[in-house]
T-cell receptor, first 115, second 113 residues
Framework: GAVVSQHPSRVICKSGTSVKIECRSLDFQATTMFWYRQFPKKSLMLMATSNEGSKATYEQGVEKDKFLINHASLTLSTLTVTSAHPEDSSFYIC???????????FGDGTRLSIL | GQQLNQSPQSMFIQEGEDVSMNCTSS?????WLWYKQEPGEGPVLLIA?????ELTSNGRLTAQFGITRKDSFLNISASIPSDVGIYFC?????????????FGPGTSLSVIP
């Protein structure tokens, strides 16, 4: 149980393109999902908390207009990197938890490369 | 702010050897989580610890919640090549919710066949 699926697993696109990443909870409903960013050989950094039916909560220093989050259903959250530039290249990972007092389970991540 | 430190930063060991790594914090945590991340994948939860002094096993993995609540240890016995990856400790910042979880910098494990 507690499977989180992320799509796509890899994206390569030109600078200026907007890229959408999907995160789905496959066998449970997730009112809250989380988006992380990970640089090579570094730890995970929480970018934002995605709340179903309401606005996402962004961490300090994360641009809301650059990283648009939509959590339209109990099983799907999307992260859109708008007008992506090479510095946005990174590994983006989502997670979700079944209940508030249970650990997060992670998707397999999306490798974003902006040329 | 709260920070987690992990040591060692990296390890190169021979297949069959036992591994020990730890995680420390200057603040008290009420839960310790250990995740493993393989290249190109998301972290996978290995063990969750909920009480000071708790010792929990998951196959060849054993983790302990330090009695000071400021540290935790992860041991892997009889390592095999598939143990390769980065091991992260993590802890929730709030007692009753896993919404804000901070991660340590990780311990990279390499196993030489």
């Amino acid at each position: 149980g507690a499977v989180v699926s992320q799509h796509p697993s890899r994206v390569i696109c030109k600078s200026g393109t907007s890229v959408k990443i999907e995160c789905r909870s496959l066998d449970f409903q997730a009112t809250t999902m989380f988006w992380y960013r990970q640089f090579p050989k570094k730890s995970l950094m929480l970018m934002a908390t995605s709340n179903e039916g309401s606005k996402a909560t962004y961490e300090q220093g994360v641009e809301k207009d650059k990283f648009l989050i939509n959590h339209a259903s109990l099983t799907l959250s999307t992260l859109t990197v708008t007008s992506a530039h090479p510095e946005d290249s990174s590994f983006y990972i989502c997670s979700a938890r079944v209940r508030p007092n249970q650990p997060q389970h992670f998707g397999d991540g999306t490798r974003l490369s902006i040329l | 702010g709260q920070q987690l430190n992990q040591s060692p930063q990296s390890m190169f060991i021979q297949e069959g050897e036992d591994v020990s790594m730890n995680c420390t914090s200057s603040s008290i945590f009420n839960t310790w989580l250990w995740y493993k991340q393989e290249p190109g994948e998301g972290p996978v939860l290995l063990i969750a610890l909920y009480k000071a002094g708790e010792l929990t096993s998951n196959g060849r993995l054993t983790a302990q919640f330090g009695i000071t609540r400021k540290d935790s240890f992860l041991n892997i016995s009889a390592s095999i090549p598939s143990d390769v990856g980065i091991y992260f400790c993590a802890g929730p910042l709030r007692e009753t919710s896993y919404d804000k979880v901070i991660f340590g910098p990780g311990t990279s494990l390499s196993v030489i066949p």
